[in-house]
Every structure is written in C-alpha cells, then in structure tokens.
C-alpha cells in the first residue's frame, strides 16, 4: 500500500502497533528522530504490521543518515579512515582489533580529535565509541569500496586467535 498522504500529518511513533512499535525503535537504533522518521515513512500496511518493515539504513531514516553522512565526509581524509576501521571493527561482529590493526598498519590515531572535535566519535580504551550507530553506520557507508575491503582485510589479519577464528569469518 502507498505511504501515507502528507496532508495527513506525521504518524506519531507511539501511535503505531506495540509490536511495530517495538521493531521500529529497534530497527532505527532506538534514536527518537530516526524512529518519527521511519514512522511517517511507512505504508498503511507496515504500520499495522501486516507487511515487513524496511531493513536498509537508508530507506529507515533517510534524512538522519544524510545528515551524518555530511557531517563524516567534512572530516579530514585520515579521520574518516580510522572511523572507517573502527566501524568495520565494531559492525556486524564487534572483533576488538581496532587498536591492533592500529599498530599493525602504523597508523596515528591523532587525526580522531577531528572527529572529537565534531562531536562523532571518541577515543576509548579499546579503541573508538561512536556518537550514535548512525555516526558508526555513516562511517562505514561513505568509505569507497576498496578502502571498506582493505580494513576487513587489515582486521582479518589481526584476528588470528583460535578465540577469534569465528570472528574472521565476517
């Protein structure tokens, strides 16, 4: 069915279903702004749970992801790619080899108070906290492809623990 027509007003998120409710809020991150958004985008269908919900980012919350994807791409280049590596680290297996792929690429975290800075991302003792998953997702989606490869390859030679062949296999 179409998306609700827009002299019809936004659809409040609490006005949905419980149980689209529930998979809404999880699906956006439990982020308020992404959650109205994914609401009002909905069919009449979705909304009463009666057809499946959209699973992309971009087809989830549109606007909130644009504005993070702005707000990664102003970022110096070497920023972006340590976001790069700490996203791939953390997403969709969290591995824990930020820091050693750090070290074994020679790479400077120094370029990560931009992003501090910008209020993204922030450096923790295991390597890099995102604002928001949207900040981790934007992160990942604005890199080229061939940078994405190269992190997975980069984190996959670090995994080499029995522990963490599972981990690998991502």
Same mark, same amino acid.
């Given at each position: 069915s179409p998306p609700r027509p827009p002299?019809?007003?936004?659809?409040?998120?609490?006005?949905?279903?419980?149980?689209v409710r529930v998979r809404v809020l999880r699906l956006v991150h439990v982020d308020p702004r992404a959650a109205v958004e994914?609401?009002?985008?909905l069919t009449e269908r979705q909304a009463a749970g009666l057809d499946p919900l959209p699973t992309e980012p971009a087809e989830l919350a549109p606007g909130v992801l644009r504005a993070h994807r702005r707000a990664v791409r102003a970022l110096p280049?070497?920023?972006?790619?340590?976001?790069?590596? %700490?996203? #791939? /680290?953390?997403?969709? &297996?969290?591995?824990?080899?930020?820091?050693?792929?750090?070290? *074994? $690429?020679?790479l400077d975290t120094r370029p990560l108070e931009a992003a501090e800075t910008a209020?993204?991302?922030?450096?923790?003792a295991g390597g890099v906290g995102f604002r928001d998953a949207w900040t981790?997702?934007?992160?990942?989606?604005?890199? %080229?492809? #061939? /940078?994405?490869?190269? &992190?997975?390859?980069?984190?996959?030679?670090?995994?080499?623990? *029995? $522990?963490?062949?599972?981990?690998r296999s991502w």
């Open positions: 002299d019809a007003g936004p659809r409040p998120v609490a006005a949905l279903p419980e149980g994914l609401a009002a985008r280049e070497d920023t972006r790619l340590l976001l790069l590596l %700490a996203a #791939a /680290d953390q997403y969709p &297996v969290a591995t824990h080899a930020f820091l050693r792929a750090v070290a *074994a $690429a020679r209020g993204l991302a922030y450096a923790t981790r997702i934007a992160a990942y989606e604005t890199a %080229a492809p #061939a /940078d994405r490869r190269d &992190v997975h390859r980069l984190l996959a030679r670090v995994l080499h623990d *029995a $522990a963490e062949l599972p981990r």
